[in-house]
Structures are given as structure tokens and as C-alpha cells.
């Protein structure tokens, strides 16, 4: 539409729309609840502040961080725009007048944290303005399948019946599983055929499983290679944040830190001196990030596996929003699902949300164990994209070496598998096939079994990597759980009968050095 096109020039000084851009902005414009999933960096912001700006009355925006909303106001303010936010981070004084200044139709945009909802003065502000939409930026919080999910969101679907005058409602999320987009369409009231989806793709990141390094040392490598380039490091834990920048900081790198155990004067400035190139680089944990539009990112290491799929594209995700290549490196070692286990353990969630959890956590780690190309990984767990296929730039695609037929072998673990009546886990399997001496497998009569040490020629270390990468390739299913109990699936009928072959690389997989974007 011509007029949308106009503000994105006039206000914004771009030329064009981004894909998805203009179909979400139509169909406001013809009064539509709409959902937008784009990829972070896709340009989500657009999407409501253009037709915010074509419409009549106020635009409300939620969103569940406060440092974003500042910075998304003095851009707006930058343009001209009448726009503010409400939250605690101002005076109750302040905050009266703001709402004052609302119900008068002073501003285009206003950009509120979910929990106003619940003052009873707010909702009566907001049934007195004259509202164009609402918008609920990161809407996957809303959902309890989402893995951020916040309550004080969900809350607010019943209250939007009470506020009248029929706004839009809009939804913008980078990060959502089917059924994460089911819930929030049927919750928020959008059609299916309203939601636009973008895909998830991001052609210019690349991914890098680093298994069995020295994790501070290929940091360091790393960033001598990559000198002058600006990056973030997440660590899974505050300890761990300390150690990475005490590191960083004793070796001269600018660098900025952020965690939840600092004060959040000293996170605004890390953030700051981040956000405006002071610093280069940002050792953190997942408290920092979300919302931040920092477009010249070139790399993010995670020194840790994260908590689930959704996370760890949610982070990496912040490389490269300028379009540019960049790398997303994770630096897996099998101690640290014991973090997240323990994390997960801790977390006040009920027993079904601990099982979703860990079952979340296990598709993790099978990324960090798959041998196939691992943007198709990512694409398949989003459910987008094909399910075969190879990127050509993830250290799985770079992979050199040879190929080698180990179904002869994987009949051996499958058959172990099933003699052992599909009762037990990796370790005490590996045992089994190595032959151990373990005094577990006497007590359980394992050692009596026709596949007690058929693997013994391989270390027990071995053994489990190959049963790691049977599961990592769904040759072998895990019943979901804290002690993950191996099952056999259909596919492990295929290779028990002779239908399918598995092959396996065996070398380690490559440095990310070996990418090669030309
Ligand atoms: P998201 O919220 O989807 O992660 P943003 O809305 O923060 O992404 O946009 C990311 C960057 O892309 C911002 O710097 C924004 O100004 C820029 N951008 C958005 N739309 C366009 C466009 N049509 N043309 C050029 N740049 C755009």
C-alpha cells in the first residue's frame, strides 16, 4: 500500500519492505488480528509501528522487558513520534500523568509491561483511549508451551474482552513451535490464514558443534583469529560468566559482563557500553539480550549447552542481524547437562512440565550429537523447511573424513537394547556391550545376556558415543525423562532387519576455521 510505503521512507528511511513485512501491515490495515514469526533480526518492529503510524488513536505495545521499551521510545522520539512507556521504572507520579496523557490521545505508541494489566487504574485509562491495536511483542511468552512462558501474559487475554472499542491485537514472535502458534492464535483470536510466517532460516549464520575442547582456550584461539570482531559469550552460570571475563578482561579485551547477580545499575552500563562499541566483547548469561538491536554481531560462543532448542536459537539468533556472515559456535561437553538437569530440578515447575523439560533438554543435546547438517536440524525442529538437505557452511557439512558403515555394530547395540527389555540407560547398555565387571550388572543378571561384551574391542567411552549418536539420529529412542531409559523405534526395526545401513563419521569434527563463505 502506498501509504505504508510512504512512512517506511518518510519516517524510517528504508526503501523497501522486508518479506513478511508488508502482508502483516495489510492485514491490519484491513483490521485483522494478525500473528507475525520472523526471525529475529527480521524486522518485527516494523510490522506494528507502520501501521501504527497509519492509524488513528493509540497503539499499545507489550512487552516483557523494560530495557527494550526505553530504547524503542527514544527511536521513536528520534522520529518525531508522540510515544512513551509505562512501567516501575518511573515515578508513581510520572506513571499518573503518562496515563493521563493516554486517555487524552497524546500518543501514537505506548509500550507497557504485561503486568499493568493488573492495575485496576491502567485498564480503566486504557477503556478511555481511543486504541488503533495492541501488539504482544515475544508473544511465545503467552503460551505455557513456550519455553518463557509468563503467566502475568496469559492473564491478560481475559481482560482485553473488558477494554472495548476493538482494537487490532497482533502477536510478534521470532520463536515458536507449532504448537506454540496454536496457542496463541486461538488465544489471542487470530486466524490461521492471519499468520504469517516467515521462516525461521537465517542463510548467513553459520553452526559449529566444538566437542572435547579446552573451552577457554579455543575462546582465545578464536577471538586471535577473529580480531576486532564483536561477539557474545553465554555461559549457563554466573560462576561461569566471572571466570570467562576475569579471563578476557586479564588478557586486555574490552569486555562487558552481565549477569542476574549484579546490580542493575552495573548491568544497564555493560549493557551500554556494549549497545554503543565501548566494549567488544559481552561474557553473559541468558538474562542478557533479549530485545537488544545490536545489528554488527559476528560471532556467539556458548560455552555451554543451553537449556532447550528454543533458547539456543533465541541467542544465536543475535549474530548477524545486519545480514552478515557470522558464527554460532557451541562448546558442548556432556558435564553440562548435568547444569541444566539441575537447573530444571530446582525450577518450581510440576512434574508434567519437568518431563516437557527434560524432553526439551534431550533435543538439545541431540543437536550437539548429530552428525547431519545442523541448520537442517534446527529447521526441522522448528518444523520448517525439509527435512534432508545440507547448509554447507555447519561444522556437520564441513565435516572431512571418511564415512563408515557401522550397522553391524548398531544391530549389536539395538539387540543389546532389546534383551535388556528396553529397561535401562545409556550407561549400564555400554557396560553390557563392553563386558563390564560392574558389580550393578551381576545384581541385575545382565551379565548372563548373549550380548554381555559382543562390543569389547571398543572402549566403553566408544560404545557410548555410538549409542549417543544412534539416539542423535532417532535410530534409538530415549523415554523421556531424568535417566533417559532406551527404547527401540521403528527405525531401530529397519536396522535389526537389514532394511536401513548407518554410517558414521568417526573423526572429530572440524574447527569452525574450516568454513568457507565464498
Ligand atoms: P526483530 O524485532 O524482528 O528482531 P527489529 O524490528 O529490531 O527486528 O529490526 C531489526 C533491524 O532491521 C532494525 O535495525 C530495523 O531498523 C531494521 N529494519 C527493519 N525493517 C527494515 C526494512 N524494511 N528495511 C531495512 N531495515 C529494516
Known sequence: MEKHLNILQNYFGYTSFRPGQAEVINNI????????????????????????????????????????????????????????????????????????????????????????????????????????????????????????FRPSYRSIVPILQQIGGNPIIMGLTATATPEVIEDIQSLLHIAPANTVHTGFERKNLSFFIEKGVNKIDYILSYLKKHQG???IIYAATRKQVEYVYDVLNEKGYAVSKYHGGLSEQERQ?????????QTELMVATTAFGMGIDKSNVRFIIHYAI?????????????????????????????????????????????????????????????????????????????????????????????????????????????????????RFGVGLTAKVLKGSKDKKL????????????????????????????????????????????LKLNQKSMDILTGKENVTMFIQDVPTVEKADYS
Open 29 to 148: 490495515d484491513q483490521g485483522k488480528n494478525t500473528l507475525a514469526v520472523m526471525p529475529t533480526g527480521g524486522g518485527k518492529s516494523l510490522c506494528y509501528q507502520v501501521p501504527g503510524l497509519a492509524m488513528n488513536g493509540t497503539a499499545i505495545i507489550i512487552s516483557p522487558l523494560i530495557s527494550l521499551m526505553k530504547d524503542q521510545v527514544d527511536g521513536l522520539h528520534a522520529l518525531g513520534v508522540a510515544a512513551t512507556y509505562i512501567n516501575s521504572s518511573i515515578s508513581s507520579a510520572e506513571q499518573r500523568q503518562r496515563l493521563i496523557a493516554m486517555q487524552q490521545n497524546r500518543y501514537q505508541f505506548v509500550y507497557v509491561a504485561p503486568e499493568r494489566f493488573e492495575s485496576g487504574s491502567f485498564i480503566h485509562a486504557l477503556q478511555q483511549t481511543n486504541l488503533s491495536l495492541i501488539a504482544f511483542d515475544e508473544a511465545h511468552c503467552i503460551s505455557q508451551w513456550g519455553h518463557d
Open 306 to 422: 543451553p537449556m532447550n532448542m528454543e533458547s539456543y536459537y533465541q541467542e544465536a539468533g543475535r549474530a548477524g542481524r545486519d545480514g552478515e556472515p557470522s558464527n554460532c559456535v557451541l562448546l558442548f561437553s556432556p558435564q553440562d547437562i548435568h547444569t541444566q538437569k539441575f537447573l530444571i530440578e530446582k525450577s518450581e515447575m510440576d512434574e508434567e512440565g519437568m518431563q516437557r523439560e527434560y524432553q526439551k533438554l534431550n533435543k538439545m543435546v541431540n543437536y550437539c550429537r548429530t552428525q547431519s547438517c545442523l541448520n537442517s536440524y534446527i529447521l526441522n525442529y522448528f518444523q520448517m523447511g525439509s527435512a534432508a538437505g545440507s547448509c554447507g557452511r555447519c561444522s556437520n557439512c564441513l565435516q572431512q573424513g571418511e564415512l563408515e558403515d557401522i550397522t553391524e555394530e548398531a544391530q549389536m547395540i539395538l539387540s543389546c537394547v532389546k534383551r535388556m527389555r528396553e
Open 269 to 277: 552500563a555493560a549493557q551500554t557500553a556494549f549497545i554503543f562499541d
Open 442 to 485: 551381576i545384581q541385575f543378571g545382565l551379565t548372563k545376556l548373549s550380548t554381555y561384551g559382543i562390543l569389547s574391542k571398543y572402549t566403553e567411552k566408544e560404545i557410548t558415543e555410538r549409542i549417543h549418536f544412534l539416539l542423535a539420529e532417532e535410530c534409538l529412542a530415549a523415554e523421556e525423562g531424568q535417566f533417559p531409559i
Open 229 to 231: 570482531e564483536v561477539g
